[in-house]
């Protein structure tokens, strides 16, 4: 693990590629640290346990960055600078836009840890002091995640407007150390957010200069033309989905991720991620489901494709209440005149397989084939030889499915669609036994609702 301090210069190899693209006079002046962050290592969030009450004073919201004030407003726009654009690139009153790095970057805010994890837990919190004039430090353990410390023996202001000339600017030495992160050492550009020293009320860090941009350039490369892209987004409160409008989604198998309402665990994977969504309008809009454990913040799109490239830029989302509907599965027997053979150990969720099971030994003489049947309605009767029917078989069929009985428990495991425009769609299903020697036997059923 390496600590980082900036007021330390580390020495790194510069990019060759980067520095032969410009002359001489204009050489970069960035160093790396030999390490890059993979896409799901993008994730940040903050342990706020700042002392002084100017860390905290911003009680301002902002559409850009809802459900967040404070120093987590500050510590999620310092973030944001390095990626590629965030909603509409408002929010900060010393710049025009924030998200200027233009590379195959993105950073991923998370909210809030309960702790200030280990150093490769990728949470930002506050140290009691520390010594030598260090203003924060980053611990990083490369390519596996970091940890990010300001000592809080100096008054850090969270903005967003000006600071004044006895506090340190909160965003801007965010935006240095998150640079560490990303795998940057200290610059030797003067002007640079990455030189190795900063000074009270400096606002000008929070801005990445061009010698920045070419270090996270050189690390993640430039931005890909067809590198995915949120551009606008969309709730339907009613059904609990979001309408992601943008470019180059993959065809299928895409993921979006949420920020999650709750405080997680330092060591938890915290983000919400909704898997196996498909794209329309030739990979221009996803609508994908809003789960119910995400809240305010942000959403990204993760495609079906590995690289650097393959995360959007992050766009604002305020979910409200408009979670999704929760999957169900319901034990349903009618007029109870059916074996208890039918069942599952979960709910139907989508994007994933739903696994059920029949107990073939209450079929007499034993169950050559066994099955389930699932239609849209349900109903009681009629009582057939076989036994009660419980699906509608006027209604509309959502398939059948039957397998070579081993003469015991049953297993079946049918795909759940992962496109929401199922979510809340319900049905009955029904399993059931065959032989050739006695016929059909009819089990219980569930009634079901796709959900998550």
């Given amino acids: 693990m390496q600590k980082i301090r900036p007021f330390l210069f580390t020495a790194a190899a510069l990019c060759t590629a980067a520095a032969l693209l410009v002359p001489a006079e204009e050489a970069f002046g960035f160093s790396k640290l030999g390490s890059n962050l993979t896409v799901d290592e993008r994730d940040f969030r903050i342990f706020d346990n700042f002392a002084d009450g100017a860390s905290n004073n911003n009680t301002t919201a902002h559409s850009n960055f809802p459900g967040f004030t404070g120093a987590e407003m500050a510590i999620w726009k310092g973030g944001i600078e390095w990626g590629s654009g965030h909603g509409n690139g408002s929010g900060d009153p010393t710049q025009t836009s924030l998200g200027s790095g233009n590379a195959n970057f993105e950073p991923a805010w998370m909210g809030v840890a309960n702790g200030v994890g280990g150093g490769a837990d990728n949470v930002v919190s506050a140290i009691t002091s520390c010594s030598g004039g260090t203003l924060a430090f980053t611990e990083s353990g490369f390519s596996s995640g970091w940890r990010i410390r300001f000592c809080d023996n100096v008054t850090w202001a969270d903005g967003p407007g000006n600071v004044n000339v006895l506090q340190f600017d909160l965003q801007g030495v965010m935006v240095h150390e998150y640079g560490h992160a990303l795998g940057l050492g200290h610059s030797g550009t003067g002007a640079a957010t990455m030189s190795p020293s900063t000074g009270p009320s400096n606002e000008g860090d929070r801005s990445i200069h061009s010698d920045d941009i070419a270090g996270v350039q050189c690390i993640y490369g430039v931005r890909n033309f067809d590198k995915p892209t949120i551009t606008s987004v969309s709730i339907d409160s009613v ?47 996803i609508i994908a489901p809003i789960p119910e454990p995400a809240g305010p913040g942000a959403i990204h799109v993760r495609i079906n494709e590995t690289g650097h490239h393959s995360l959007s830029n992050s766009w604002p989302l305020d979910p409200g209440s408009a979670a999704a509907v929760s999957a169900t599965a319901t034990f349903y027997n009618g007029s109870g005149v059916n074996p208890v053979c039918f069942g599952s150990t979960l709910p139907p969720v989508l994007g994933n397989p739903w696994n059920l099971t029949i107990n073939a030994t209450v079929h007499p003489g034993g169950a050559g084939f066994s099955g389930v049947l699932c239609y849209a309605g349900s109903a009681s009767g009629p009582v057939i030889a076989a036994g009660e029917l419980l699906v509608d078989l006027t209604s509309t069929s959502f398939g ?50 796709l959900g998550l």
Avoid: K
């Fill in 239 to 285: 059904v609990g989905t979001v309408t992601i409008g943008g470019s180059f989604f993959s065809a299928i198998d895409n993921d979006v991720w949420y920020i999650p309402q709750a405080v997680t665990g330092v060591s938890d994977d915290a983000r919400i991620i909704v898997s196996g969504l498909n794209s329309s309008n030739g990979g221009t809009q």
């Fill in 400 to 449: 059948s499915t039957i397998l070579v009985s081993t003469g015991f428990i049953d297993t079946f495991s049918i795909p759940i669609p992962g496109e929401a425009v199922f979510l809340g769609r319900t049905g009955t299903c029904q399993g059931f036994t065959y032989s050739a020697a006695i016929g059909a036997l009819l089990c219980n059923a569930e009634n079901v609702m």
